[in-house]
């Protein structure tokens, strides 16, 4: 599965489940959510261009699916000020468009 030029809305970490599920939540531009589960991660991955600027991350599940996430434009994290939020283990917010896939 292939999903393109959809706004990343966040990522969630279910840590109240014992195999620990991560979303990501997704919005077309018709305003429709799309919801994508890695039911049981056990690695997560940042993706960094070589000058440092963030570029997505990887997700593998326990059966070795990796779920690669990509931002349309890579940043750097100090220029990111005021655009991203963490919250207590409730994940990351963006704005940024993304590209996710499935393999």
Not at 13 to 25: K, R
Not at 86 to 100: E, I, K
């Amino acid at each position: 599965m292939i999903v393109n030029e959809r706004r990343l809305k966040r990522i969630v970490l279910d840590a109240s489940n014992s195999t620990h599920p991560i979303e990501i939540w997704t919005g077309g531009h018709d305003g429709d959510d799309l919801v994508h589960t890695v039911p049981t991660p056990t690695q997560l991955t940042f993706k960094q261009s070589s000058t440092g600027e963030h570029e997505g991350l990887d997700i593998t599940s326990d059966n070795g699916t990796v779920t690669s996430l990509r931002f349309r434009i890579a940043a750097r994290p100090e220029t990111l000020d005021g655009i991203l939020a963490m919250a207590d283990y409730g994940g990351l917010t963006c704005g940024a468009p993304a590209s996710w896939s499935m393999s």
